[in-house]
Nanobody
Framework: QVQLVESGGGLVQAGGSLRLSCVASGRTFSNYHIGWFRQAPGKEREFVAVIGRNDITKYYADSVKGRFTISRHSGVNTVYLQMNSLKPDDTAVYYC???????????????WGQGTQVTVSS
């Protein structure tokens, strides 16, 4: 079992920045790839970014490439999502998730956090 807790969401103006954190506890953090997903009202959950358990391999959705950066600090079991140049379309609940399988689809992920709200005003 892996427990994931997100934090760092909030209200920001368009063009601003936020950094989300995902703290993991439970089973060995290094066994898991960690992904970020988001879900806006009335929309399906969508992939944002993933970082490999090697702390190096990263993959981003086209919609956030060049604006968001995922990183991992294994010493404190934390994954970060630095979000810059935010747009109103980035408004959503952001979730982190853990998987032993590399990928960008939600069903691959076994463990999920409770989510943190990000709201970008125009």
């Amino acid at each position: 079992q892996v427990q994931l807790v997100e934090s760092g969401g909030g209200l920001v103006q368009a063009g601003g920045s936020l950094r989300l954190s995902c703290v993991a506890s439970g089973r060995t953090f290094s066994n898991y790839h960690i992904g970020w997903f988001r879900q806006a009202p009335g929309k399906e959950r969508e992939f944002v970014a993933v970082i490999g358990r090697n702390d190096i391999t990263k993959y981003y959705a086209d919609s956030v490439k060049g604006r968001f950066t995922i990183s991992r600090h294994s010493g404190v079991n934390t994954v970060y999502l630095q979000m810059n140049s935010l747009k109103p379309d980035d408004t959503a609940v952001y979730y982190c998730a853990a998987s032993t399988v590399w990928g960008d689809t939600a069903p691959l992920y076994d463990y999920w956090g409770q989510g943190t709200q990000v709201t970008v005003s125009s």
